[in-house]
């Protein structure tokens, strides 16, 4: 069965960190490109990061860039997202994705997808 898993979210302050976790499960994790999204109450879901099975091609939303890092582990079927510098801007569930475009950057490229963590950054 397919399946995609995110954890570590939370309540933080602004200018805090956090790393969120994807475990991903029945090959999901072998696509092209597993990717993070998040939204807002009231908002579209929007691209974070993208990360290619081999880790070498790696993309940023600008909203997250020099701030958010993603990795992978491919021994542990892990994608990680950590995220530095939060602004309460960044609150939003946050979900891990697959996709069978390596390019992939919009919501309606990615197939799969987990059930979303909720990050709270308070000012």
């Known amino acids: 069965q397919v399946q995609l898993v995110e954890s570590g979210g939370g309540l933080v302050q602004a200018g805090g960190s956090l790393r969120l976790s994807c475990a991903a499960s029945g090959g999901t994790f072998r696509r092209p490109a597993v990717g993070w999204f998040r939204q807002a109450p009231g908002k579209e879901r929007e691209f974070v990061a993208r990360i290619s099975l081999s880790g070498g091609n790696i993309y940023y939303g600008d909203s997250v860039k020099g701030r958010f890092t993603i990795s992978r582990d491919n021994v542990k079927n892990m994608v990680y997202l950590q995220m530095n510098n939060l602004k309460p801007e960044d609150t939003a569930v946050y979900y891990c994705?697959?996709?069978?475009?390596?390019?992939?950057?919009?919501?309606?490229?990615?197939?799969?997808w987990g059930q979303g963590t909720q990050v709270t950054v308070s000012s």
């Open positions: 994705a697959a996709s069978r475009d390596l390019w992939a950057t919009m919501r309606d490229e990615y197939d799969y």
